[in-house]
């Protein structure tokens, strides 16, 4: 009897930490796929932000205006979006299921049509995971 209680001991203490290791490396995925984002948001492709956008995205600025996922990639693309710089702070992941919630501060410097200018925003980003990648689903900007 005590070597069964022994047993079930070990097997709830591994499975708590397979559980609590499966949450780190998701939590690490996720804040892998918003470096590739500010990285591709600075340096845009056509290919590389099509594969981390969801098709349903919905991709809101501070402004009001919104797009769809042909929308975002074409304004970075064409530099009608223009990131020079982007510095993230104030990071928070929050992971349910296969649905990821991040909220940052985003502070960068752009050109957007070649006009300078700077920007200070409040970000919520909610990602999706499908299959084994965690694609971008929808973003909201808020000016602070």
Avoid: C
């Avoid at 047993?7 to 709830?12: D, H, M, P, S």
């Avoid at 969801?54 to 797009?67: I, Q």
Wanted: aromatic share 6%; glycine share 6%; no cysteine.
């Amino acid at each position: 009897m005590l070597k069964k209680t022994i047993l079930f001991a070990f097997l709830v203490v591994g499975s708590l930490l397979t559980v609590d290791g499966f949450a780190q490396s998701n939590e690490q995925a996720v804040s892998q796929a918003v470096d590739k984002l500010r990285a591709l948001m600075i340096d845009p492709t056509k290919g590389g932000l099509e594969a981390l956008a969801a098709d349903a995205l919905t991709y809101g600025h501070s402004n009001g205006k919104m797009e769809d996922k042909k929308a975002f990639v074409d304004a970075l693309v064409s530099g009608e979006s223009d990131f020079k710089t982007i510095d993230l702070t104030e990071q928070t992941i929050t992971i349910i299921d296969n649905t990821a919630i991040v909220r940052h501060k985003l502070s960068a410097v752009t050109a957007n049509s070649g006009t300078p200018g700077t920007a200070k925003l409040a970000v919520l980003l909610v990602w999706i995971k499908q299959n084994k990648d965690w694609k971008l689903l929808a973003r909201q900007a808020v000016k602070i």
